[in-house]
């Protein structure tokens, strides 16, 4: 009787154990399956952040690659266009030199000599010129001053009496660059008035400008 009592209790302790050890197996399954599931999600999250990235920094380098080409075809472009401007200015120049060379010159010469007397207003004026225009200048001075003390007298009632000479020292002259024409210095250099053709050239160019662009570039307008 005794024995049986005995082995009921085992049998109960053994079931007892037996439940015990189901039940933490089927929660280790599960809080197993719980934590892997976590983890894989994680993971899928880290590979489409990383893809998300990696799309991104794409996107950008390929932003990057097309506005440094963008930015090198404007090059290129301006490049063209200012090169293009420069050709025709120098174009421009080659038929000033022409002009200089014409039967009509000396008589361009005096008026551009009165002009700058006429802007720079000094009572003692030196002239400076091309080395082949000395003659021309030389010719034309006399009357160019004649004319400018006329111009001043009937505006202001004044009869002026300038001291205008013609620059000697030979190595002083201006260079051929200028195509031509004058330029009045006053108060030892202080004061200068450039009325040479391509200084003259470079005003109209710069004038025109707006003008030339829209003719040549109808585009960017």
């Given at each position: 009787m005794a024995s049986d009592q005995i082995r009921q209790m085992v049998n109960f302790i053994l079931q007892?154990?037996?439940?015990?050890?189901?039940?933490?197996?089927?929660?280790?399954?599960?809080d197993f399956n719980l934590e892997k599931q976590t983890l894989v999600h994680e993971a899928k999250l880290n590979i489409q952040d990383e893809f998300t990235k990696k799309e991104k920094d794409r996107e950008v380098q390929e932003r990057i690659s097309r506005s440094a080409e963008i930015g090198e075809c404007?090059?290129?472009?301006?490049?063209?266009?200012?090169?293009?401007?420069?050709?025709l200015l120098s174009e421009a120049g080659a038929k000033c030199a022409v002009v200089a060379k014409g039967q009509n010159y000396p008589q361009l010469v005096q008026k551009l000599i009165v002009q700058g007397l006429i802007k720079i207003e000094e009572n003692e004026v030196v002239v400076y010129c091309r080395g082949e225009d000395v003659e021309t200048v030389e010719e034309v001075l006399p009357?160019?001053?004649?004319?400018?003390?006329?111009?001043?007298?009937?505006?202001?009632?004044?009869?002026?009496?300038?001291?205008?000479?013609?620059?000697?020292?030979?190595?002083?002259?201006?260079?051929?660059s200028t195509y031509g024409g004058v330029m009045l210095t006053a108060v030892a250099g202080k004061i200068v008035c450039d009325n040479t053709l391509a200084s003259r050239l470079t005003l109209v160019y710069e004038e025109l400008l707006p003008s030339i662009r829209a003719i040549l570039f109808p585009d960017e307008q």
């Open positions: 007892e154990a037996h439940e015990k050890a189901n039940e933490i197996r089927v929660k280790t399954e599960h404007r090059v290129k472009k301006m490049t063209l266009r200012d090169e293009l401007l420069q050709t009357d160019a001053v004649q004319e400018y003390v006329d111009i001043m007298e009937k505006e202001s009632t004044v009869t002026l009496e300038p001291k205008v000479t013609l620059n000697s020292n030979r190595e002083h002259d201006l260079a051929d």
